[in-house]
T-cell receptor, first 114, second 114 residues
Framework: AQTVTQSQPEMSVQEAETVTLSCTYD???????LFWYKQPPSRQMILVIRQEAYKQQNATENRFSVNFQKAAKSFSLKISDSQLGDTAMYFCALANFGNEKLTFGTGTRLTIIP | ETGVTQTPRHLVMGMTNKKSLKCEQH?????MYWYKQSAKKPLELMFV???????ENNSVPSRFSPECPNSSHLFLHLHTLQPEDSALYLC?????????????FGPGTRLTVL
């Protein structure tokens, strides 16, 4: 069975600062995808960033980037120049290659302080 | 309407009631999912449908009954629920058989069972 662990239930950071959310996972597969999803207070979950396990280069989407350490099974999310709209629950998730099932972590509630 | 929509957004029901949750996706996807989201727990996958066929039932009690009449619509029929079934129920869709299984989520239905 695969697992995803987010060890930080809550975090807060001042606006414009940088914050890093942690995620570790466990899977016996060699090909898989990792995701960070964001769920703002309005509840609609949206994809923030995605990483293919076979790619060594860390994914980047504007202010969002990941630090993917495959050997350590670690997948952290870095948010640069944080904005008030970044306040949300953030979920780390794992999907094996070609498999429809996503395994989610318990989430990190991030609050950006004005 | 765009994306994934869910109705109703809020539902309060007694344990003897029968109600249904509705999900509709406007993305041309052919895989649809029901998740249960409870506080401080990972999202729990309940059901998966690919091309209208149920491919996953994650040991969900029979008081939850899914229905997928076509690739765009998914229902969750509820009857004789328990208070512990109170949660946010999320619907998602994706392109079946895609490698990365990026899922698109609806806003959820907040269910309260009295």
């Amino acid at each position: 069975a695969q697992t995803v662990t987010q060890s930080q239930p809550e975090m807060s950071v001042q606006e414009a600062e940088t914050v890093t959310l942690s995620c570790t996972y466990d899977t016996s597969e060699s090909n898989y995808y990792l995701f960070w999803y964001k769920q703002p207070p309005s509840r609609q979950m949206i994809l923030v960033i995605r990483q293919e396990a076979y790619k060594q280069q860390n994914a980047t989407e504007n202010r969002f980037s990941v630090n993917f350490q495959k050997a350590a099974k670690s997948f952290s999310l870095k948010i640069s120049d944080s904005q008030l709209g970044d306040t949300a629950m953030y979920f780390c998730a794992l999907a094996n290659f070609g498999n429809e099932k996503l395994t989610f972590g318990t989430g990190t509630r991030l609050t950006i302080i004005p | 309407e765009t994306g994934v929509t869910q109705t109703p957004r809020h539902l309060v029901m007694g344990m003897t009631n029968k109600k249904s949750l509705k999900c509709e996706q406007h993305l041309g996807h052919n895989a649809m999912y029901w998740y249960k989201q409870s506080a401080k727990k990972p999202l729990e996958l309940m059901f998966v449908y690919n091309f209208k066929e149920q491919t996953e039932n994650n040991s969900v009690p029979s008081r939850f009954s899914p229905e997928c009449p076509n690739s765009s619509h998914l229902f969750l029929h509820l009857h004789t629920l328990q208070p512990e079934d109170s949660a946010l129920y999320l619907c998602a869709s994706s392109q079946a058989l895609a490698d990365d299984n990026e899922q698109f989520f609806g806003p959820g239905t907040r269910l309260t069972v009295l």
